[in-house]
């Protein structure tokens, strides 16, 4: 039994599930590590999804799919940003506006372009790259071989390093944990928060890509609730790139598993829950202390 | 000049003339959606306005969607007032109603004047401990009520999801076998012909009770001026005397019991049962509500009667332009909302400056 969960496709579905997880995941993190709260994370990953889907199938390329799949992200971002930096409103409430419009949006452009409410036409999925070496299990040769699965590694271990060993990542923490020292020192704390935010739209948005060429097409609300899942391993990661990924690779575990024992007629619905009571409990201080960004989610208001 | 206010400064026209201005803008740029379907926007809005608000079934259908909105969007008020933001209302409603229809499943042959009392505070309960658990953790570890509420949203559909398919499962179905006739809510159409066919039903009226009541209890009690004080300023709150952590606690607990009310509307008014996903995001769309609504409980009920009729109007255009425009029309209303209360008065006090320097030439 314990064999027969925990094999290759085992493995390969976990993946699967933590790829969007962490690059969301780490769009957060930049978000909020430059002092924007980042609740349309769930918002950003469907309309990413969307313009995915529509770029392939319209040209065909993959390609063009995924650098549309992350202009729509970038684009839903550029509106939390403008909103919660520039018009300095509430970035909690701007987000549920946010998430809220992707459903809406998404749903109103399938019917026009695919008459169907439900979901859009199938899609081609992402070339990969060939290993050779697991030929004989295609699904995992493929999956292994997938680009954004190397890519999001990349972005995880490199996302460590920008933050906390350049000047970049120095200054993007500076104007989200204490943006009146940073101004003062001549940081500009609007031009890092919006590379922030807009960091965390072509992250999230590149997770909707992945879902839509992982599904081979869009379906309405497809998203379903991975931005909350991907907000809440941030926090169990603290804020940092390392964490929030092995967080999102626990998350994935697990879900993995709820998916494995689905047939087994245990609740799965105990196992479902892990990510959401981690996340209460860590935040309750019982592992570890949990601390946002000092200045996270307070708009900068220049002294006079 | 000095001491004197332009009537555009008070804040009670802001407080009217902001949300007014955000719906106006946003239908202006629904408009724009309706172009690029090629319809016609004032063909539609036609429509939309004279099916719901025009016939006596379609304001029966406006008033269902209505009273779950009331409870979730006086939810988040009195949270809000309490200087807490409660995106729990979704996760409240959920338990709220689902005891609801568990204590009425086992109710049989209780009389209908103890059935319906009880099933009230069973709401109540389900959805006051949903939010007594992040009012607490809140109140004593310091944890964020944002992200946990949130949590407790996705932990809440899980629990109700386990009992309604593994535990209290009518076969084939996903909702739980039905309550106690003596517990249910009578429709309107019973008494007034001419709503007939449409849901609405007496929780109306414990929807509008409990806006009395929200009011009330924040304006005219002690407990309301300590909750108040809380919300505005909470280091002057300890000063003085009032313990901020109970505060919080008792704020988070009433604002989940009055999201549980929404039990009332859907299993005791309507389908006698807890059905699985039977709300799709009310208490999200409560949050728009208080927002739309200034937090104060009779704003809220004109908030919920706007975003009730846009929900059932959305339906009533869905063969002229797809009904998500009425999701796109709220979402722009709520940014709109939040938008404006800055850029609003920020251009009133330019327009202000300029008035005065004009006036001084």
């Not at chain 2, 729990?88 to 086992?106: C, D, I, R, S, W």
């Not at chain 2, 309550?179 to 809510?185: S, V, Y």
Request: charged residues 10%; neutral net charge.
């Amino acid at each position: 039994m314990i064999s027969q969960i925990f094999s290759l496709a085992f493995l390969a579905q976990t993946i699967r599930i933590t790829v969007p997880y962490s690059l969301a995941s780490l769009g957060g993190v930049y978000s909020e590590r430059g002092g924007v709260v980042n609740i349309a994370l769930e918002g950003i990953i469907l309309n990413g999804a969307f313009c995915a889907t529509v770029g392939t199938y319209y040209t065909g390329s993959a390609l063009f799919g995924v650098i549309c799949g992350i202009a729509g992200g970038l684009l839903t971002a550029l509106i939390h940003a403008v909103v919660s930096i520039h018009i300095k409103a509430d970035q909690i409430i701007s987000g549920i506006a946010i998430n809220l419009f992707a459903v809406g949006i998404t749903k109103f452009v399938l019917e026009i372009l695919f008459h169907s409410s439900s979901n859009s036409d199938r899609i081609p999925g992402l070339p990969h790259i060939h290993l050779g070496f697991i030929e004989n299990q295609p699904d995992v040769a493929r999956l292994l071989g997938n680009p954004l699965v190397l890519l999001t590694i990349i972005i995880v271990i490199a996302s460590q390093f920008i933050i906390f060993k350049t000047r970049f990542g120095l200054r993007l923490r500076a104007v989200g944990e204490n943006p009146e020292a940073a101004d003062t020192v001549g940081i500009s704390v609007t031009l890092y928060r919006y590379y922030g935010v807009l960091i965390s739209g072509v992250l999230a948005g590149l997770a909707g890509a992945w879902l839509a060429f992982d599904q081979h097409s869009f379906t309405d609300g497809m998203s379903a609730g991975r931005g909350y899942i991907a907000l809440a391993a941030m926090i169990v990661g603290k804020w940092n790139p390392l964490g929030a990924a092995a967080a999102c690779l626990l998350f994935g575990f697990a879900e993995s598993l709820q998916i494995q024992l689905q047939g087994a007629g245990l609740p799965t619905q105990f196992i479902q829950m892990i990510p959401y009571v981690a996340t209460i409990i860590v935040l309750a201080g019982f592992i570890g202390k949990a601390v946002a960004p000092g200045a996270d989610g307070v708009p900068y208001e220049k002294e006079k | 000049m000095d001491g004197k206010k332009h009537w555009l400064e008070h804040p009670a026209t802001q407080n009217f003339l902001i949300p007014i201005l955000a719906v106006i803008l946003s239908f202006a740029v629904g408009a724009i959606f309706i172009l690029i379907v090629g319809q016609n926007p004032l063909e539609v809005y036609s429509i939309l306005f004279s099916q719901t608000l025009g016939t006596s079934y379609g304001v029966g259908q406006l008033l269902f969607k209505t009273t779950p909105l009331i409870f979730a969007g006086l939810s988040v008020a009195l949270c809000f007032r309490a200087g807490l933001f409660n995106i729990g209302a979704e996760g409240q409603l959920q338990m709220g109603a689902f005891v609801t229809a568990l204590v009425g499943m086992y109710t049989f042959g209780v009389p209908a004047f103890l059935e319906v009392p009880l099933l009230i505070l069973a709401g109540m309960v389900g959805g006051g401990v949903w939010g007594f658990i992040p009012g607490y953790l809140k109140a004593k570890t310091g944890a964020h009520e944002v992200i946990n509420t949130i949590m407790l949203n996705f932990v809440a559909a899980a629990l109700v999801s386990y009992f309604v398919t593994n535990v209290y499962n009518v076969p084939a179905t996903v909702h739980t076998p039905p309550i106690a006739p003596t517990g249910r809510l009578s429709r309107f159409d019973t008494v007034f012909a001419g709503f007939a066919g449409s849901p609405v039903n007496f929780s109306i009226l414990i929807a509008l009770l409990a806006a009395l009541f929200v009011w009330y209890y924040i304006d005219r009690t002690r407990y309301g001026y300590e909750l108040r004080v809380v919300g505005l300023n909470p280091k002057a709150a300890e000063y003085g005397g009032i313990s901020v952590s109970k505060n919080i606690i008792l704020s988070m607990t009433i604002g989940g019991a009055i999201a549980g009310l929404v039990g009332t509307n859907f299993v005791m008014g309507y389908k006698y049962y807890f059905e699985e996903g039977f709300s799709t995001g009310t208490g999200f769309m409560g949050i728009a509500v208080a927002l739309l609504g200034n937090n104060n409980p009779f704003g809220v009920i004109l908030a919920a009667l706007l975003f009730g009729m846009l929900e059932y109007g959305g339906l009533v255009i869905n063969t002229m332009v797809p009904k998500e425009l009425v999701s796109i029309l709220q979402a722009i209303v709520i940014i709109f909302v939040i938008s404006s209360n800055k850029i609003f008065r920020r251009i009133l006090v330019n327009f202000l400056k300029k008035r005065t320097l004009s006036i001084n030439d």
